[in-house]
């Protein structure tokens, strides 16, 4: 069902944990499955220094979580923003069509990260040129979960 790397990334994850005074901090969850993820990062000269991610739920949720705090690491905003579920899900050799949802899950928790650090830095027309303006908490888009 998984491929080796999503079970690489499941059983030994990397970036696990928080950053306390994370510049940015973005959060997503699907209630109907129970996958809940947060990714933290640390961004100096517009570049992500350091990422880390808490995720409660599947495999496929842990290993989407640790492959984009991989794939973001190191990246400029800009590049990091260009990581998408078909990213995510093509760096683990795949997924199964119902855990799809996960891996946007990931990528949509680094997007309100960043949309969260360029909030506070009070960035808001580059939020508004990125199409991050419209990003909050509430507005979160459910994915049904088929397990």
Do not use: W
């Amino acid at each position: 069902m998984y491929s080796e790397k999503v079970m690489e990334h499941f059983r030994n994850p990397r970036n696990v944990g928080v950053i306390e005074d994370a510049d940015g901090v973005g959060t997503v969850g699907n209630p109907v499955c129970g996958d809940m993820m947060t990714i933290y990062i640390k961004v100096k000269d517009d570049k992500i220094v350091d990422i880390k991610f808490q995720t409660f739920g599947c495999a496929a949720a842990i290993a989407t979580s640790s492959m984009a705090t991989e794939l973001a690491k190191g990246k400029t905003l800009e590049e990091a923003l260009k990581i998408t579920k078909k990213t995510v899900a093509e760096a683990l050799g795949g997924l199964p069509p119902q855990k799809m949802h996960c891996s946007n899950l990931a990528a949509e928790a680094l997007k309100r990260a960043i949309a969260d650090y360029l909030k506070k830095q009070g960035r808001i027309d580059e939020l508004k040129r990125l199409g991050l303006d419209k990003l909050s908490e509430e507005e979160h888009e459910e994915e049904v979960c088929e397990v």
